[in-house]
């Protein structure tokens, strides 16, 4: 049965740090790429960050929408099973639901935020980030 749990939210001040970790369970990390999303009240949900396989070596290879580009990063601990979100210099605007999903078919893919409706097909239950002074 494949599981995938977020952890990590709260509220925080304007220019706080939070870290978010999504734990996967029945998965290989190495068989899938792991997106994250994030939904405000109101808004569509929106994948900012990923993280998939690069060849030949399944290294690493991260993928970040622009407006969290060089605020969070993405990174993943394969022996724990663990995908992490580092966010930095939180701004309100970033008050949202976030969740992990898992995608087989982006694997491979750099920009592995593509079609998330179609592509991913594992989620979190999501977790409450609230940045507010």
């Known amino acids: 049965q494949v599981q995938l749990v977020e952890s990590g939210g709260g509220s925080v001040q304007p220019g706080g740090s939070l870290k978010l970790s999504c734990a996967i369970s029945?998965?290989?990390?190495?068989?899938?790429?792991i997106g994250w999303f994030r939904q405000a009240p109101g808004k569509e949900r929106k994948g900012i960050a990923c993280?998939?396989?690069?060849?030949?070596?399944?290294?690493?290879?991260?993928y970040y929408m622009d407006d969290v580009k060089g605020r969070f990063a993405i990174s993943r601990d394969k022996t724990k099973g663990t995908v992490y979100l580092q966010m930095n210099s939180l701004l309100p605007e970033d008050t949202a639901v976030y969740y992990c999903?898992?995608?087989?078919?982006?694997?491979?893919?750099?920009?592995?935020?593509?079609?998330?409706?179609?592509?991913?097909?594992?989620w979190g239950q999501g977790t409450q980030v609230t940045v507010s002074s």
């Open positions: 999903a898992a995608s087989r078919s982006l694997r491979f893919e750099r920009v592995c935020l593509f079609n998330p409706r179609q592509e991913y097909g594992y």
């Open positions: 029945g998965l290989t990390l190495d068989d899938v790429a």
């Open positions: 993280i998939s396989n690069s060849r030949p070596t399944r290294g690493d290879s991260t």
